[in-house]
């Protein structure tokens, strides 16, 4: 796994465990050229889902980006983190099990307000309010757009 910060690719696991009720496993890894630490997960995929967007166009399903906006909508709220990776590891799962490659984000955006309703009321409205005004704009990426760049590309590090 190459390394975020410098690029080397020989890094170093040091620690591997379960993670997400043994859904995931967490590896926190070590740059040997850099000092870098930085966690990586494993996870199942059980197909290679394809996102159709509302203009049309496909795009491969990039789960990080299903993470950045929920955790923009849970931002603040009193919800353990690790019961937010569930709930991503659970809707990921849902859409694979809908039998079909390719899936609408609009049908996304759907499960996601479905689980959001269930778990944290706040969150629900942010990300509804949000998703409904991408609706209107025909694109569902203006919710990650407009998350700040310092953001949206900083590797998880932790020390
Ligand atoms: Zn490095």
Same mark, same amino acid.
């Given at each position: 796994? !190459?390394?975020p910060f410098?690029?080397?690719i020989?890094?170093?696991?040091? %620690?591997?465990?379960?993670?997400e009720?043994?859904v995931?496993? +967490? +590896?926190? +890894?070590?740059?040997?050229?850099?000092?870098?630490r930085?966690? &990586?997960y494993? !996870? /199942?995929?059980l197909?290679?889902?394809?996102?159709?967007?509302?203009?049309?166009?496909?795009?491969?399903?990039?789960?990080?980006?299903?993470?950045?906006?929920?955790?923009? #909508?849970?931002?603040?709220?009193? $919800?353990?983190?690790?019961r937010i990776?569930?709930? $991503? *590891?659970?809707i990921?799962r849902?859409?694979? *099990?809908?039998?079909?490659?390719?899936? #609408?984000?609009?049908?996304?955006?759907?499960? /996601?307000?479905? &689980?959001?309703?269930?778990? %944290? &009321? /706040? #969150?629900?409205?942010?990300?509804a309010? /949000?998703?409904?005004?991408?609706? =209107?704009?025909d694109? @569902?990426?203006? @919710?990650? *757009? =407009?998350? !700040?760049?310092?953001?949206k %590309?900083?590797?998880?590090t932790?020390?």
């Amino acid at each position: 796994m !190459r390394c975020p910060f410098c690029g080397n690719i020989d890094t170093q696991v040091k %620690d591997s465990r379960p993670a997400e009720d043994h859904v995931a496993i +967490r +590896r926190r +890894r070590f740059c040997p050229a850099c000092g870098g630490r930085f966690t &990586t997960y494993e !996870r /199942v995929q059980l197909r290679d889902l394809v996102v159709i967007k509302t203009n049309g166009r496909r795009e491969d399903f990039d789960r990080d980006k299903l993470e950045r906006s929920i955790r923009m #909508a849970m931002q603040k709220r009193p $919800i353990d983190p690790e019961r937010i990776d569930q709930m $991503i *590891s659970g809707i990921v799962r849902r859409l694979e *099990s809908m039998g079909e490659t390719d899936v #609408a984000s609009k049908q996304i955006g759907e499960i /996601v307000m479905e &689980t959001l309703a269930r778990i %944290d &009321t /706040v #969150a629900y409205v942010r990300f509804a309010s /949000v998703y409904k005004n991408f609706q =209107e704009a025909d694109d @569902f990426d203006k @919710f990650v *757009s =407009e998350l !700040r760049p310092s953001e949206k %590309d900083k590797p998880k590090t932790e020390e």
